[in-house]
């Protein structure tokens, strides 16, 4: 069974310009989740997908950051524009019926 | 609100050493408990969980066992190996929801 993917693996950016993450979750997993992991810090929640709708985006910067998941299956993560305290590993991480989430291998955003 | 507070890195160890990394949790009710890993350059991967009180999680020689009484999880490995070294997660599972808190994570170098 393939994992969680996602994409670039690696960006860097200056400040104000914008940026696009994506994610494929393992097939048939209806939820999907994008964390923000700061260095030195646990994942912190995002978003929250169930299919197509969101569940919980309250901990998402609204004025910056953006996500879809028009189809209920791959999803986007935008920041626009970027600030320097955005520089983070962004993970994405599907779960199905049971409570455990898979993580993807994450994208690593250094904004300067 | 629900938390998660593990004990403070780095841990470093000889291999072969044995390992304990601490972690205690504040929740209303009765969450799932869980243990990530996190290799360098890589996303989270699940480790071991626990669902209930008295519980016990094990994999690849990790053990931990979720305590209620003392609302702890903590992470046990009798003998280390060098392949260990990384970034271990402790996280809590809030059940209505399926939101995951981690903590802040621990660094583990295994010295040969």
């Known amino acids: 069974e393939a994992g969680v993917a996602q994409s670039p693996r690696y960006k860097i950016i200056e400040k104000r310009q914008s940026v696009a993450f994506w994610c494929n979750p393992i097939?048939?997993?209806?939820?999907l989740y994008w964390y923000q992991q700061i260095l030195g810090q646990g994942p912190k929640l995002l978003i929250q997908f169930q299919n197509n709708g969101v569940v919980d985006d309250s901990q998402l910067p609204k004025d910056r950051f953006s996500a879809e998941r028009l189809k209920g299956v791959d999803s986007t993560l935008k920041i626009q524009p970027a600030k320097l305290e955005d520089s983070a590993v962004y993970l994405c991480?599907?779960?199905?019926?049971?409570?455990?989430?898979?993580f993807g291998p994450g994208t690593r955003l250094l904004v300067l | 609100g629900n938390s998660v507070t593990q004990m403070e890195g780095p841990v470093t160890l000889s291999e072969e050493a044995f390992l304990t990394i601490n972690c205690t949790y504040t929740?209303?009710?009765?969450?799932?408990l869980f243990w990530y890993v996190q290799y360098p350059g890589e996303g989270l991967q699940l480790l071991l969980k626990?669902?209930?009180?008295?519980d016990k999680g094990s994999n690849k020689g990790f053990e931990a066992t979720y305590r209620k009484e003392t609302t702890s999880f903590h992470l046990e490995k009798g003998s280390v190996q060098v392949s260990d070294s990384a970034v271990y997660f402790c996280a809590l599972l809030y059940n209505s929801n399926y939101k995951l808190t981690f903590g802040k994570g621990t660094l583990l170098t295994v010295n040969p």
């Open positions: 991480a599907s779960r199905g019926e049971r409570k455990t989430q898979y």
């Open positions: 097939s048939g997993h209806a939820t």
């Open positions: 929740a209303t009710g009765y969450p799932s």
């Open positions: 626990a669902t209930k009180a008295d």
